[in-house]
């Protein structure tokens, strides 16, 4: 992979949440000059000074910015980008984002002076600071949408390479790409298919009678021990450490259950990301002050299976250990 060789720009990092403050605190101990912008009174406004960061509006952190990161919530990046950024961003600046919704659907259309690119590391904000500490890094994706300078792409590689991604891999997409295959990704297997999957197996045993908690320890607790071993080598590494019988079970029955119709729903629902209904339908529902969303929301809450785990996991004793754990760091 190569690394950028163009000098460090000086960054204003816009959004001072998970992503945001490990991408400040990785950069800056990189060596890139680091600013926050943050409206003034916010939640993570202290948080980012108790850091040692200098902060200001938006407005005013990115004047003087060689590279702009928006790291704020997708659903405020349009007004962010139009009332702070595009007016006060300096000609010939590079505008990075960690995903490429308002870009791939039009939402926000960049000044046409400016680089746009994008960096995504591949893990949550603590992993991206963690991993970075110990001397090692995240995977990171990267993609240019505008290159006016002739300097997009060093400048996507030094950005990905101060976050710690070139100790781990770079691998190159596009805007398209990023987008479309993260929200594929989180509706159709790793938030929606995965708590829909576990919901239904949970219900399916209620409803045949056994004990719920019988039934949340069977379809939700043990699946963590399944994707740990996902994470750690694939299907592969999964099947060296489950039985035979599960082994056997795994191929006969898990294509009962996943089968080609519900590939074929999985297709509906790339159509509709790919064609732009599901961002145009998150942007209503967002503008109207998210009533569905919060009913959906609360069903999810008040499902048995949160219930039966409330209870569950307070005699889980390692849990509190790693609850401990996560506020000291």
Known sequence: MTQSTLPKPSIAIVGYGSQGRAHALNLRDSGFDVTVGLRPGGPTEAKAQADGFTVKTPAEAVKDADLVAVL??????????????????????????????????????????????????????????????????????????????????QLALAYADGLGGARANLIETTFKEETETDLFGEQAVLCG??????????????EAGYQPEIAYYEVLHELKLIVDLFYEGGIT?????????????????????????????????????????????????????????????????????????????????????????????
């Open 193 to 206: 298919g995965a708590s829909s999957l576990v919901q239904a197996g949970f219900e399916v045993l209620v």
């Open 72 to 153: 704020t919530p997708d659903m405020v990046q349009r007004k962010v980008y139009e009332e702070a950024l595009a007016p006060n961003m300096k000609q010939g600046a590079c505008l990075l984002f960690a995903h490429g919704l308002n870009v791939h659907y039009g939402m926000i259309a960049p000044r046409e002076d400016l680089d746009v690119i994008l960096v995504a590391p591949k893990g949550p904000g603590a992993l991206v600071r963690r991993e970075y500490e110990i001397g090692r890094g995240v995977p990171c994706i990267y993609a240019i949408h505008q290159d006016k300078s002739g300097n997009a792409k």
């Open 237 to 329: 590494r999964m099947l060296e450490f489950v039985s035979e019988t599960a082994q056997y079970g795994d191929y006969v029955s898990g294509p009962r259950v996943i089968d080609e119709s519900v590939k074929q729903r999985m297709r509906e629902v790339l159509k509709d990301i790919q064609d732009g209904t599901f961002t145009r339908n998150w942007v209503a529902e967002y503008e109207a002050g998210l009533p569905n969303y919060r009913k959906y929301k609360q069903a999810d809450l008040e499902h048995q299976i949160e219930q039966v785990g409330r209870k569950l996991r307070e005699k889980m004793v390692w849990l509190d250990n790693s609850r401990d754990q996560k506020e000291a760091a």
